[in-house]
C-alpha cells in the first residue's frame, strides 16, 4: 500500500533553512505528482509546491516562490523540500502527498492528491 512519510522538520530562526523529506513506499514514485503543502491551526491546507510526474516541472506558490526548492529522487524513491530564508509565517505542519499522474490545475489543489503522509512540524520563531 502507498506510505508516504515527512521528515526533517523541527525548530529555526528566521533567516534559517530546512530540508524537508519525503520518503515513499508501496508504488512507483516517478508515475506521480508530489506535492507539498502546509496547515496551521484553525487554517485551510495550502499548497506551496509539487514536482510533476511526467517531466519534473515544478510549481510554487507566491508565498514561498524563490525561497523553497522542490525536487525528486525517484531510485531513492524520495522527494525533497528544501527551504531557505525561513519566516515565522512558514511555522506549520507540513504535508506530502502523491497524485497519479500530471499535475492539474498547477498541481496545489489538495482535492487532486490520493495519499498523504502524516506531517512533520515546522516552527521559525526567534
Known amino acids: 500500500q502507498a506510505r508516504l512519510v515527512e521528515s526533517g522538520g523541527g525548530l529555526v530562526q528566521p533567516g534559517g533553512s530546512l530540508r524537508l523529506s519525503c520518503e515513499t513506499s508501496?508504488?512507483?514514485?516517478?508515475?506521480?505528482?508530489i506535492g507539498w503543502f502546509r496547515q496551521v491551526p484553525g487554517k485551510e491546507r495550502e499548497g506551496i509546491s509539487c514536482?510533476?510526474?511526467?517531466?519534473?516541472?515544478?510549481y510554487y506558490a507566491d508565498s514561498v516562490k524563490g525561497r523553497f526548492t522542490i525536487s525528486r529522487d525517484n531510485a531513492a524513491s524520495t522527494v525533497y523540500l528544501q527551504m531557505n530564508n525561513l519566516k515565522p509565517e512558514d511555522t506549520a505542519v507540513y504535508y506530502c502527498?502523491?497524485?497519479?499522474?500530471?499535475?492539474?490545475?498547477?498541481?496545489?489543489?489538495?482535492?487532486?492528491?490520493?495519499?498523504w503522509g502524516r506531517g512533520t512540524q515546522v516552527t521559525v520563531s526567534s
Open positions: 508501496g508504488f512507483t514514485l516517478e508515475y506521480f505528482t
Open positions: 514536482i510533476s510526474s511526467k517531466d519534473d516541472s515544478t
Open positions: 502527498a502523491a497524485d497519479l499522474g500530471p499535475p492539474v490545475d498547477g498541481g496545489l489543489g489538495l482535492e487532486h492528491y490520493d495519499y
